[in-house]
Nanobody, 119 residues
Framework: QLQLVESGGGLVQAGGSLRLSCAASERSFSNYAMNWFRQAPGKEREFVASIKWNGDSVRYADSVKGRFTISRDVAKNTVYLQMNSMKPEDTAVYYC????????????WGQGTQVTVTS
């Protein structure tokens, strides 16, 4: 059972940056594709970014392409989401998700971390 814990959320002004972290409970983390999803108030949960188990393939939603970067550190059992040039519409709860196929909702979820971007 893979357990995921997000951190790094908070309040930031438009144009600012935040880095989210998702720490996994076990070394088998390296076998999983990892995704970030987000859910804004009153909206459906949406895909943000994904990274293949070996880190050599990444995908982004069009809305964050060029601003967000996903990466993983296998030695630390952690996946990151660096968010730059943030916009008020990035405000959401961000969830880390682990699964088999990058970009497809996987079995394992973190508890979520709130990100709020003020204008």
């Amino acid at each position: 059972q893979l357990q995921l814990v997000e951190s790094g959320g908070g309040l930031v002004q438009a144009g600012g940056s935040l880095r989210l972290s998702c720490a996994a409970s076990e070394r088998s983390f390296s076998n999983y594709a990892m995704n970030w999803f987000r859910q804004a108030p009153g909206k459906e949960r949406e895909f943000v970014a994904s990274i293949k188990w070996n880190g050599d393939s990444v995908r982004y939603a069009d809305s964050v392409k060029g601003r967000f970067t996903i990466s993983r550190d296998v030695a630390k059992n952690t996946v990151y989401l660096q968010m730059n040039s943030m916009k008020p519409e990035d405000t959401a709860v961000y969830y880390c998700n682990g699964g088999v196929i990058p970009g497809i909702v996987g079995k394992y979820w973190g508890q979520g971390t709130q990100v709020t971007v003020t204008s």
